[in-house]
């Protein structure tokens, strides 16, 4: 494979998580400015009527990603109704947990760590995972993809198409720090924490400029999903990959019990 797989401060265990929630509410702004939920929702849609399963587990959903708009989406644009979404995290938003679990019984966010590459016997429906698939090292994310071979749960995991030379990753990391700046004020909810620590004291604009950077390092392209997958499949589980086109391109990945 061709992906380098340094670190991200997201990963790290010892980061401090109001740095880390600062940076999942960024990537929020990010996934709608890529329209990421309106990918997402045609992907479910087609994995919702061939299943004929209508709840969702999101691995690595951080302080909520594009699944809420996806959900949505899924009911007013596709007519999919009775719709379920369980959010989980190895790293909970609590506080937005707090908030999500009061507004919607469909609508949940586990509060108790998940491991995505260790899940409870009782997570049963189809898994997704939107720009968080290259958090996992080849031997974990091939791990992902054959337990859900072997469950027969279907998944749909989404990553943004990137690609630049190596070479010009360095030069993304200026860029991506003056992203940050322009893209703070869109933030909900925006705290005096995040303006402070972004505009006065810029420690979130670094680490976010770091992680989106090292983030295209990591993906995996359709030569690396290819390899992944080597001896997955058969007559009872079906996988599809592509790239989606558009403004902003995306690969995918799909599995479904046939």
């Not at 491991?115 to 974990?140: Q, R, Y």
């Not at 909810?189 to 420690?203: A, E, G, M, R, S």
């Amino acid at each position: 494979m061709k992906r380098i797989h340094l670190f991200e401060f997201e990963d790290l265990k010892w980061f401090p998580n109001w740095i880390r929630v600062s940076i999942t509410r960024l990537i929020i702004v990010m996934h709608k400015k890529f329209n990421t939920s309106e990918d997402m929702a045609k992907l479910l849609s087609k994995l919702i009527k061939q299943t004929n399963n209508n709840k969702i587990i999101d691995l690595c959903s951080g302080s909520g990603g594009p699944m809420l708009d996806t959900v949505s989406k899924l009911k007013n644009i596709h007519k999919i109704e009775n719709i379920e979404l369980l959010l989980t995290d190895l790293y909970p938003n609590l506080e937005e947990a707090k908030k999500i679990n009061k507004v919607d019984d469909s609508i949940s966010y586990r509060i108790t760590p998940l491991d995505a590459t260790k899940l409870d016997t009782d997570i049963k429906g189809i898994l997704t995972m939107v720009g968080s698939f290259h958090h996992m090292k080849p031997k974990l994310a091939r791990k992902i993809l054959v337990e859900a071979q072997k469950k027969k749960q279907p998944i749909c995991i989404m990553e943004i198409h990137k690609k630049f030379p190596i070479i010009l990753w360095w030069l993304f990391i200026p860029l991506s720090v003056i992203l940050c700046l322009f893209v703070t004020p869109l933030v909900k909810p925006l705290t005096v924490k995040q303006i402070i620590f972004t505009y006065l004291i810029p420690i979130i604009p670094i680490c976010f400029a770091w992680d989106a950077v090292i983030t295209s390092g990591r993906i995996y392209r359709m030569e690396d999903l290819d390899i992944l997958l080597q001896g997955l499949g058969n007559d009872n589980y079906i996988w599809e990959k592509g790239i989606i086109k558009g403004d902003s391109e995306k690969n995918y990945l799909m599995g479904y019990p046939s």
